[in-house]
């Protein structure tokens, strides 16, 4: 069985390439940044968003996240609440 643990893992693997990381979303998916909402709603769209979003990081230096901190909390039988604190970092493991 998965863990919650598990799961964010394998997110800050595929954060590299972003047909990876789209596999983690499921369409339609509303993404709320820096005060601008956008609807994917194909996997391309997803996918597509996800280009934009790695190539802003990559062009301040980013090449790896580490997860800092996890907290979650059950939320019925089925489910979970996380928060995750993440360090995006660069090639000689510096926060960005």
């Given amino acids: 069985m998965e863990t919650t643990r598990d799961f964010f893992e394998g997110y800050r693997q595929a954060l590299n390439a972003p047909a990876k990381v789209a596999e983690f979303y499921h369409e339609p998916f509303i993404a709320a940044r820096m005060g601008t909402t956008r609807l994917n709603a194909t996997r391309r769209d997803t996918e597509q968003f996800f280009v934009e979003i790695l190539e ?12 800092l901190e996890m907290q979650e909390r059950p939320l019925g039988a089925n489910s979970k609440l996380a928060t995750v604190r993440w360090a995006y970092q660069d090639g000689a493991a510096r926060t960005l």
């Fill in 56 to 67: 802003k990081y990559r062009s301040k230096g980013f090449e790896q996240a580490v997860l």
